[in-house]
């Protein structure tokens, strides 16, 4: 029987470590404040802005979301972030991504502040992990460590795999395995024998956004297993990029889909408002 990564309650220590180091800085005078900037009507984005709100007020962060028609144009998005960059009372922000049709949102997230830079996605901060410098780290990747770090997964030495070689999840959790001294190999879709590089993994992330694609015949007994993945089930609920079920017997520890780094995400997005924030009002003081 596998050991559950529970990112539930992970999550809650991280919101509970939150709502103390806010309700400090509030104590000196100092708010935190997380914008965030959403563009068209979406349904997935308007329900993720409008749980990013209520986490965020359950923390005592504030919020405001800048509310944009989906045909708005892209120099407008470039002057907000801008004045976002430049606002004292904005701890950090983000945009919701996908941008609709017809807006790049490349340029836009380069040009976020990399100290306001609560998704740590902009290139600035992309460069800053990849060389060992100091930045808001992306909210998954950082979430997966946290979740094993908190289950005493031992990272130094292991043999970590990495399933998919994204922006957003992949390529940093590769470099943050990396950082914590693991031995690290990225898969992706061209890579040759999967299940051969998989069952090598002490610590197996899998991000592929294929679901259920990995079985018994991808990990190692004994593996750390942390599923990324989350898909809609037509009957309802959630399942993830990992055969749970088939996987879970054979392993030693595993992350379930829902509860395990869906939480992690949204709680170090809030962990990253804080973090901008103490930046902010420590650049204030210099
Ligand atoms: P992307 O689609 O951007 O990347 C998927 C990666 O997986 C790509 O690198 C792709 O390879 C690789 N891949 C796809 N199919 C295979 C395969 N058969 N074998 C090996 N590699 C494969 O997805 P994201 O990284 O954005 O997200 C991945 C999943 O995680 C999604 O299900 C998403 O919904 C979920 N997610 C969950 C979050 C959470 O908080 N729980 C947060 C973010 C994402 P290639 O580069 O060659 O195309």
Redesign the pocket.
Known sequence: MAEILDGKAVAAEVRAEVAEGVAELKEHGVPVRLDVVLVGEDPASVTYVSSKERDSAEVGIDSRVHRFPGDVLQEQLAALVGRLNGDPAVSGFFIQLPLPAGLDAVPLISRIDPTKDVDGLSPMSAGRLAVGLPSLLP??PH?IIRLLKAHSVELAGAEAVV????????KPLAQLLLREDATVTV?????RD?PSATRRADVLVV?????E?VGVEHVKQGAAVVD????RREEGGLV??VRFEEVEPIVAWISP?PG???????AMLLHNALQAARTTAEAALR
């Open positions: 909210c998954t979430g399933v998919g070689r994204s922006n957003l999840v992949g898969c992706h879709s061209r890579t999967l991000a592929a956004g294929k679901r694609m990324v993945g989350i898909h993830g990029d889909v395990g780094v869906g939480p992690m995400t949204r």
